[in-house]
C-alpha cells in the first residue's frame, strides 16, 4: 500500500518562498510508470495541477506557475519537494501530493493535503 505524506509549514509571508515535502513510503520514487504530482485546491475552487516529476526525475509545470515553481528529489529519503517562489494571497489552498499511475494516467494514491496560508 502507497502512503503520501505532506509537510511543511502551513503559513507562509507574502513574496516568501513556499516549501513542502512529500514522503512516499509501500512504493519507490523511482518506479518505472510512475510519477510524482503536486495539487492544490484553493478554497471555494476546483483542483489545480502544479507540476509533476516523472521516474527519472525530469519535470513538467503547469504554464501559469512554472516561473515561480520548483519540483526536486532525495532519493536517499524517497521524498519529493515543492518549492512555489514569491507567493501571494491567492496561492493560499490545500496542497496534495500524488501518484501519478502513467500507464492509466490516473493519480490513484493522495496525501491528505496540508492547508498552507499566505498572509503577513
Known amino acids: 500500500q502507497v502512503q503520501l505524506q505532506e509537510s511543511g509549514p502551513g503559513l507562509v509571508k507574502p513574496s516568501q518562498t513556499l516549501s513542502l515535502t512529500c514522503t512516499v513510503s509501500g512504493g519507490s520514487i523511482t518506479s518505472t510508470w510512475d510519477a510524482w504530482t503536486w495539487i492544490r485546491q484553493p478554497p471555494g475552487k476546483g483542483l489545480e495541477w502544479i507540476g509533476v516529476m516523472a521516474d527519472d526525475g525530469s519535470t513538467a509545470y503547469n504554464p501559469s506557475l512554472k516561473s515561480r515553481t520548483s519540483i526536486s528529489r532525495d532519493l536517499s529519503k524517497n521524498q519529493f519537494s515543492l518549492q512555489l517562489n514569491s507567493v501571494t494571497p491567492e496561492d493560499t489552498a490545500v496542497y496534495y501530493c500524488?501518484?501519478?499511475?502513467?500507464?492509466?494516467?490516473?493519480?490513484?494514491?493522495w496525501g491528505q493535503g496540508t492547508q498552507v496560508t499566505v498572509s503577513s
Open positions: 500524488a501518484r501519478l499511475d502513467v500507464s492509466t494516467y490516473k493519480h490513484d494514491y
